[in-house]
């Protein structure tokens, strides 16, 4: 018989292990949600830019990551008190650090993509990636520096909660998406001369909805994976939050259940259909409202945030666009800006056991909403008046009428339903019926 022998490890590096292993999958999972985010967009936009969206979302991570690599992580850590170095990866001689940089970065783009869908159809290229550059470089990271970094945002025995990032990544990401659109200015046709809005209906309903749940399949890894956690106990054991972990994921899925119902109803209310494309991003509204609060929230909570989180997607859209006259082709804001501004507030009043005065709590989530939203207007406006006075923020009248996919890129991306030009790589064009060939070079016009 075969004496069984105690393992002779460390409990220390088995968490080590198994939390640095769940970090890693859940980020894979996170950037799952960038092929859901360039599907729901190219969805929402009209054909001839769907190319120019395509690539937005493939720059935003590619220019993002590195920036926030090289020098975003930097500047967040120092924000929050630590040395610039510190933060850096590269620099801390520590390779397993590359691990809660790439959580980190993951998180960062997340807020960095939501932009382009407030900007489709009208917005440079080369502006969209500036953007991108400094918001990865700066405008997130001092937002995550003054709150999960810093910590600085007390009133009392009251810390500003946000557990997975409703109004740090989604609530930032929206506002600034908002912000840029109405310093761009709407789509030609947007609007009538009498100031009256025009529907410009999105390309294809599919992708939208496939889209929308890639996202929400994404978003498992957002709330939940930020829940999981194995650690040490003073007697030397390993335990992990269960607790919480089983509570995040009964409210990520109640709420995101809730706010396609929510958004479904207010839609039917307002017009007596059940529109496809408010249910979607119901949805996600839902998920965003949850977002800050999933491992506070009470079940019932849950229901009624995701539900007025879908409910208030059609009014603040309509205020947005008729009120406000901002052009926000993807509903950016009201599926992230004032979903997660919901969500975030409502902290101390779903909160299963507060355990600390109501009022405090509740002054400090809107101090910490206001903060962010303040500083993101301003970094997002300076940004994009200076592109705008420099003549770099939006295509000519001509490239928006033809198409960003032409302009931009020099691609159709459904040859087959256009007309008879087809397009060259170099962006020019070229006859496929045998006639003569012709060119227009899409920036240099």
Request: a negative charge.
């Amino acid at each position: 018989m075969i004496e069984a022998i105690p393992l002779q490890v460390e409990p220390s590096a088995i968490t080590d292990a198994v939390n640095n292993t769940w970090i890693l999958t859940v980020s894979f999972l996170i950037f799952f949600m960038h092929a859901g985010f360039a599907m729901l967009e190219a969805g929402q936009v009209r054909a001839k830019n769907v190319a120019n969206q395509l690539t937005k979302n493939l720059l935003t991570w590619s220019v993002g990551v590195t920036v926030f690599f090289f020098i975003g992580a930097g500047i967040s850590g120092l924000v929050g008190g630590d040395p610039f170095t510190s933060s850096l990866p590269y620099l801390a001689d520590d390779a397993s650090g590359y691990i809660g940089w790439l959580y980190g970065a993951v998180f960062a783009m997340t807020a960095a993509t939501i932009v382009s869908g407030a900007v489709a159809g009208r917005a440079r290229l080369r502006a969209y990636v500036t953007y991108t550059f400094l918001l990865a470089a700066i405008i997130y990271p001092v937002v995550t520096g003054i709150t999960w970094a810093g910590a600085y945002i007390e009133i009392g025995d009251a810390a500003f909660h946000d557990f997975a990032g409703g109004m740090i990544v989604h609530g930032m990401g929206g506002i600034a998406g908002l912000t840029a659109a109405w310093i761009l200015g709407p789509r030609m046709d947007r609007y009538n001369a009498d100031g009256s809005a025009n529907v410009i209906p999105g390309h294809s309903l599919t992708f939208a909805v496939l889209g929308t749940l890639m996202l929400a399949f994404g978003w498992y890894g957002f709330n939940v994976g930020t829940a999981a956690a194995m650690y040490e106990t003073e007697a030397g054991l390993m335990a992990y939050n269960g607790a919480v972990l089983g509570r995040v994921a009964m409210g990520t899925t109640i709420a995101m259940a809730a706010g396609a119902m929510g958004a479904g109803l207010a839609a039917w209310y307002q017009t007596g259909k059940v529109d496809t494309l408010y249910v979607a991003n119901g949805l996600l509204a839902g998920l965003v409202g949850i977002t800050a609060i999933p491992d506070t929230t009470h079940y019932l909570g849950a229901l009624a945030i995701g539900g007025l989180a879908g409910a208030q997607l059609p009014i603040v859209f309509s205020f947005v666009e008729k009120r406000m006259k901002i052009d926000d082709v993807c509903a950016v804001f009201p599926v992230h800006g004032s979903a997660g501004i919901l969500g975030t507030l409502a902290f101390p009043f779903v909160h299963y056991d507060l355990g600390v005065p109501l009022a405090e709590a509740a002054l400090t989530q809107f101090v910490g909403v206001v903060v962010i939203a303040a500083w993101t207007v301003g970094a997002t406006a300076v940004v994009w008046y200076a592109l705008k006075a420099l003549g770099q923020a939006r295509v000519t009248p001509e490239h928006e009428r033809e198409g960003l996919d032409i302009s931009e890129h020099g691609v159709d991306t459904y040859p087959e339903f256009g007309d008879e030009e087809g397009v060259v790589a170099d962006g020019g064009r070229v006859r496929t019926d045998g006639g003569a060939c012709c060119t227009t070079r899409g920036d240099d016009k």
